[in-house]
């Protein structure tokens, strides 16, 4: 069962922009603290940001910090990734998830969260 919906993924240049969204379609997202994560081709699941319940806290894996923004609008159920300056290495298959528990427990042990998207692939050419 689908629980969590991705969009905006796509092909673009090196330096180009893209905005994922994800929504819980039927659901809320309110009590949840969110978090993307990734995937490339032959490697693992990789952390890229997260959000707290409230908004007021976000981290980012090291790679993305100064290039990714994560948003939520608890109104609109929504959970969104800004990517801007992408590079080829981020090419990969995008996932939202979500959790009850805190951001540092979505991060640490993703495997356990509630909810998964089936993806989103963003591919950045050279």
């Known amino acids: 069962q689908v629980e969590l919906v991705e969009s905006g993924g796509g092909l673009v240049q090196t330096g180009g922009s893209l905005r994922l969204s994800c929504t819980r379609p039927?659901?809320?997202?309110?009590?949840?603290?969110l978090a993307w994560f990734r995937q490339a081709p032959g490697k693992e699941r990789e952390f890229v940001a997260a959000?707290?319940?409230?908004?007021?806290?976000?981290k980012y894996a090291e790679s993305v910090k100064g290039r990714f923004t994560i948003s939520r609008d608890n109104a609109k159920n929504t959970v969104s990734l800004q990517m801007d300056s992408l590079k080829p290495e981020d090419t990969a298959v995008y996932f939202c998830?979500?959790?009850?528990?805190?951001?540092?427990?979505?991060?640490?042990?993703?495997?356990?969260?509630?909810?998964w998207g089936q993806g989103t692939q963003v591919t950045v050419s050279s």
């Open positions: 998830s979500a959790d009850r528990a805190s951001i540092d427990s979505i991060i640490v042990r993703p495997n356990q969260n509630d909810f």
């Open positions: 039927g659901g809320t997202f309110t009590v949840y603290s």
């Open positions: 959000i707290s319940r409230s908004g007021g806290e976000t």
